[in-house]
DNA sequence: AAAATAAATTTGATTATCAAAGTGAAATAT
DNA sequence: ATATTTCACTTTGATAATCAAATTTATTTT
């Protein structure tokens, strides 16, 4: 993939150039669904991203303005990854993709929550996705995740 | 992109092993936004695709069930593609992909419709998106077209 | 001081992508 | 009827991305 090009103004080319890859929107789903935050929790993604792939894709979702990375405050070796307002712009754009998977998939893999996600108003589940990350959550994940709002998992 | 893999049942996966490439949206658009149906008019898009790789792209995606292949009644040596159910239901996936580089792209390049069409509501836009391709219309084109319906354009 | 952990980088092989040229069948023009 | 054009691809050879495995450097824990 000759990525950084810009073969055009359309802005679905837009998107695809910088998220059209096996693994950028993977990561931008382990940190929306997930929480996760580090090198080290990306590296264990079901997928098994290799360590030189996930430094190019997260360099460049950096570059690209998806996510911001800072020194972790505790461990100084870490690194923490956190995602910027195009980042979290991604939730109805990452709900659409997981939706036509759920639907088109003949035998999709996800916890039931997210399942039962599905039946409710896309909006709603959107704008909860949201107020998830930004009280840091995640979509499955915390005290403020959409499934603890829905009462889902319980 | 080490195509056809199976790296895990995630729904998200899913789609982007069947989707995240340079190419197989970009062909998605022009046939939802600009009803396109054949190798030569899909060689003719923006981001000039080479013939090598839109067989290709084509091949996988008649393949993976988003789209068909039939020959013209009129020129044998053409071939029709359409979509399927599956492609079909592509359309909120794609509306959020340009919805998101609408947003994000420091200068988007569209038809001034397609910036007022994001002014209606979405699920609004969305259904008259599909009941327009299901009228052999498409976005922009044609007297079913989205934006003949929601008057833009005038 | 030694061992373990974290975030990458390096290496060398495999695979995808690219532009350019070429092919064969069917339609159109002469 | 013949020549030319159109159409849907295929082939080719070069460039670029991707991969798994091993290594490196800095920090933290034992």
Redesign the pocket.
């Known amino acids: 993939?000759?990525?950084?090009e810009n073969k055009s103004g359309c802005p679905i080319n837009y998107t695809v150039e910088i998220l059209g890859?096996?693994?950028s929107l993977l990561i931008v789903r382990d940190m929306l669904a997930l929480g996760k935050k580090?090198?080290?929790?990306f590296?264990e993604s079901e997928e098994?991203?290799?360590?030189?792939?996930?430094?190019?894709r997260?360099?460049h979702l950096e570059r690209k303005g998806i996510l911001a990375?800072t020194p972790?405050e505790?461990?100084?070796?870490?690194?923490i990854y956190s995602l910027t307002e195009s980042g979290l712009n991604l939730i109805p754009l990452l709900y659409e993709v997981s939706s036509w998977g759920s639907i088109t998939s003949p035998n999709p893999a996800a916890p039931d929550s997210w399942f039962e996600a599905m039946k409710h108003d896309k909006v709603l589940v959107q704008r909860l996705w949201r107020e998830a990350v930004e009280a840091g959550s995640s979509f499955f994940l915390g005290p403020d995740s959409v499934v603890a709002k829905l009462g889902l998992d319980v």
């Not at 993939?1 to 950084?4: S, V």
């Open positions: 993939m000759k990525r950084e890859d096996t693994w580090t090198f080290g929790e590296l098994r991203i290799g360590p030189s792939v996930l430094a190019d997260l360099a990375k972790s505790t461990d100084r070796r870490k690194m």
